[in-house]
């Protein structure tokens, strides 16, 4: 299950620039460059994030609070919001220095062409890992009810509204990898973005128990065993 942020640290990083003199971006800033998602070896996340952010590259390894149930104990760590994968800014032409990097297995892309990820969708992941709200991992991309955030910490993001366990929540995918996260809104926050919404709609996701219960499974509910 995830749980809400502790105030120990951010989960997101504040954004790099600058120079690596062994490998690294060249002196065109980071915001210049479009940002991608590279594949990377299981729990290795932090290890090539860190490595690219030492190298000098502008990374992001978003991350949420999970409660893992031990033999003796409840542990809170944190844990990846998309696992096998990292985002980072750079030049497409100057990618090898990526690749070779250890720990990954290559850009997301299409075929052999790396694909940029939408802007938007970035920023937004930044706001909702630094907002403080109860955020996790969605699978897939939802169909619902489009909306924006009007007030609070995640003030201007869109996405879709849904509801289950008696909460709202907010889903935000990135498109290229067809996954999502969900972070937890107080529906007095949002405004809808259709005038003419069909509730059906909004219950897309929920037609088929099995999938419904699996979605629940999870974003919120079961603990995880570890020995």
């Not at 090539?48 to 031990?70: A, N």
Request: net charge positive.
């Amino acid at each position: 299950m995830f749980s809400p942020i502790p105030n120990v640290e951010p989960l997101g990083r504040e954004p790099s620039v600058g120079v690596d003199l062994s490998g690294g971006e060249s002196p065109k800033m980071a915001a210049d460059y479009p940002w991608f998602a590279i594949r990377v070896k299981s729990q290795c996340e932090r290890l090539v994030s860190d490595t690219l952010r030492q190298r000098g590259y502008e990374e992001f390894f978003p991350q949420y609070w999970s409660r893992r149930l031990w033999s003796d104990r409840v542990k809170l760590m944190q844990r990846p919001l998309f696992a096998g994968y990292i985002f980072c800014r750079f030049d497409v032409e100057q990618r090898r220095s990526i690749l070779d990097v250890p720990g990954v297995f290559h850009i997301v892309g299409q075929g052999k062409r790396p694909l940029p990820i939408e802007l938007a969708e970035i920023e937004n992941l930044r706001v909702v890992v630094q907002s403080g709200q109860t955020v996790g991992p969605w699978a897939g991309l939802e169909v619902g009810r489009m909306v924006r955030i009007e007030v609070g910490p995640l003030s201007g993001i869109q996405g879709t509204l849904l509801r289950f366990k008696g909460t709202s929540h907010l889903i935000l995918g990135v498109k290229l990898l067809n996954r999502s996260v969900a972070v937890q809104v107080d529906e007095s926050w949002v405004v809808p973005l259709e005038t003419n919404y069909n509730q059906q709609s909004l219950n897309n996701a929920w037609r088929n128990p099995r999938d419904a219960k699996r979605a629940i499974s999870n974003v919120t509910g079961r603990s995880e065993h570890a020995p």
